[in-house]
């Protein structure tokens, strides 16, 4: 009788890891602190210009991002009103508002530099195409071409990150056209419980490692999360090589594992 020898992969961690992954947590109380951001132009959105530079989002919410306009059959139905900015754009956005709509409406909408997700190329603002755009307020009701993104957006991943009912905890007035990407099944879970980031990442610290793991199935696969304390400077960590993994730091203490075996006939694209 043969039997199955499970063999692992060591994963290492650093504190520098911590800062980067779908995952991150970019708010008031955590600042943005990753160098650097792959990033691609929306190129394949109906976009405007802003300040005379194109619109940039990172490489890694590209794809799935593309995937749903297709989806909806949305292109050229939206404008990309804002992705990617540079530290040095998000102060130029924050201090223009306060001249233009001062601060009691500029807290509300406008994060500060590094407490802005825009930093981290996982967020974009989308509108539906009108004649005068909005730069900081986009048009985004809740029928048409805009319902359609927003009911499919998590089965891509996609979020809507500031909710009415979450404002107290978000500290961010509700904005319709902000979409994060925290990847799949993240966005499910995140929807199914009607969480907001902050109280997700509360709740992924329940199952830590080697403990009691967050399981469920879906497509056929078995998925499985746990979280990571980041106590030493350096963490490891072993996992299986029959299943696929991602990664991804918190920002603030520690790193959440999303864990993917197939059960199946379809394979799983990370």
């Not at 009691?104 to 603002?125: C, M, N, V, W």
Request: glycine share 6%; proline share 3%.
């Amino acid at each position: 009788m043969s039997m199955l020898i499970e063999e692992y992969i060591t994963l290492k961690l650093t504190e520098e890891d911590l800062h980067s992954g779908d995952l991150i947590l970019v708010n008031q109380d955590n600042e943005f602190k990753q160098m650097g951001v792959n990033l691609l132009p929306v190129d394949s959105l109906y976009f405007e210009i802003y300040g005379g530079q194109p619109i940039y989002i990172s490489q890694e919410i590209n794809k799935p991002l593309l995937k749903l306009i297709d989806a909806i059959n949305a292109k050229k139905k939206f404008v990309a009103v804002s992705g990617y900015r540079s530290e040095e754009e998000q102060k130029e956005i924050y201090n223009n508002s306060i001249l233009e709509n001062g601060i009691e409406f500029t807290q509300k909408y406008i994060a500060r530099p590094r407490e802005s997700e825009h930093q981290t190329g996982l967020a974009i603002d989308l509108g539906e195409v009108v004649e005068n755009v909005d730069f900081i307020c986009p048009s985004f009701p809740h029928d048409g071409i805009c319902k359609n993104f927003k009911d499919l957006a998590e089965e891509y991943g996609f979020i809507m990150r500031y909710k009415k009912d979450k404002e107290s905890i978000t500290k961010i007035s509700e904005e319709k056209w902000h979409f994060r990407y925290v990847g799949i099944p993240h966005a499910k879970l995140i929807n199914k419980y009607n969480y907001c980031l902050e109280e997700y990442i509360d709740f992924l610290r329940k199952f830590e490692y080697n403990t009691n793991h967050l399981k469920i199935e879906e497509d056929n696969l078995r998925i499985e999360i746990f979280y990571i304390e980041m106590k030493d400077k350096i963490i490891e960590i072993n996992l299986s090589k029959n299943k696929k993994y991602h990664v991804s730091g918190n920002n603030i203490d520690g790193f959440i594992i999303t864990l993917f075996e197939d059960m199946g006939m379809n394979s799983y694209a990370l």
